[in-house]
């Protein structure tokens, strides 16, 4: 039976590149996008040409109905999930006094509510087999509480996200389900500006940015059965940055 990998925000930067590496381990791939049609399209190509099962479908998943939808298609297609990555998550930059409502909801909903909108639908499954993989995308300095003016919402929600994730960690232990973080600090994925990496270069003491596939490594390990003993940790990706 093949292995079932479900990964939010899973056409585009890390996402894919998560999906593309396990489809080459054969694992099946369930992915869902908010508007990036085309890049969806373009994914389940090179996956089909690799031989892998493979759908995408466009879901919001910061709406807890269309979370529910989104894993009972997946559930129906597959029979069953393996792993969820966690990895949908909108950015922007904004001073927080001109931070609108909109804006706020956007970063909390986006990237905490749906992380656990769709946690919520894939547990049962795996907690019946007993058996399963939860990975959720945080950020590189999350873990210290900092103001942050500028990424406020953004922050909050990732800092969150580690707390949610720890406590699935300890009440889906006995289950045989481990749930664990990466922080990325600055990767070169395309989801900030070639000006925002290069100067943040200098701020990294590694010396160079990320790539997606030190999130592709990180993931995989997570995934394997190396990991098994690995809940509610927190991988720092980010060269030394963030500490």
Same mark, same amino acid.
């Given at each position: 039976m093949d292995k079932v990998a479900l990964i939010t925000g899973g056409v585009r930067g890390i996402g894919r590149a998560i999906a593309l590496a396990l489809s080459e381990r054969g694992w099946a791939i369930a992915t869902c996008y908010r508007a990036s049609e085309e890049?969806?399209?373009?994914?389940?190509?090179?996956?089909?040409?690799?031989?892998?099962?493979a759908i995408s479908e466009r879901a919001d998943v910061s709406d807890a109905r269309q979370a529910e939808a989104f894993v009972r298609m997946v559930e129906n297609e597959f029979g069953?999930?393996?792993?969820?990555?966690?990895g949908a998550g909108p950015y922007h930059r904004v001073n927080l006094l001109e931070e609108t409502v909109d804006g706020w909801n956007e970063m909390i909903n986006?990237? #905490?509510?749906?992380?656990?909108?769709?946690?919520? /639908?894939?547990? +049962? &499954?795996?907690?019946?087999?007993? *058996?399963?993989?939860?990975?959720n995308f945080s950020m590189a300095n999350a873990d210290k509480g900092e103001a942050q003016p500028?990424?406020?919402g953004h922050y909050i929600a990732k800092s969150g996200l580690l707390i949610l994730t720890r406590?699935?960690?300890?009440? #889906?232990?006995?289950?045989?389900?481990?749930?664990? /973080?990466?922080? +990325? &600090?600055?990767?070169?994925?395309? *989801?900030?500006?070639?000006?925002?990496?290069?100067?943040?270069l200098k701020t990294i003491p590694a010396g160079y940015l990320g790539s997606v596939e030190d999130c592709v490594s990180a993931a995989l390990y997570l995934l394997s059965e190396e990991a098994r003993y690995i809940n509610g940790g927190n991988i720092h990706l980010s060269g030394g940055w963030g500490m």
């Open positions: 890049d969806a399209a373009s994914l389940n190509k090179a996956l089909a040409a690799k031989g892998v099962r069953h999930i393996d792993a969820l990555i966690n986006g990237n #905490l509510n749906s992380a656990f909108y769709v946690s919520r /639908a894939v547990i +049962p &499954g795996m907690k019946e087999r007993r *058996s399963g993989r939860i990975i500028f990424v406020t406590t699935l960690a300890k009440l #889906l232990a006995p289950f045989n389900i481990t749930v664990n /973080a990466i922080s +990325p &600090g600055f990767i070169d994925s395309g *989801s900030a500006s070639a000006d925002e990496l290069q100067k943040m």
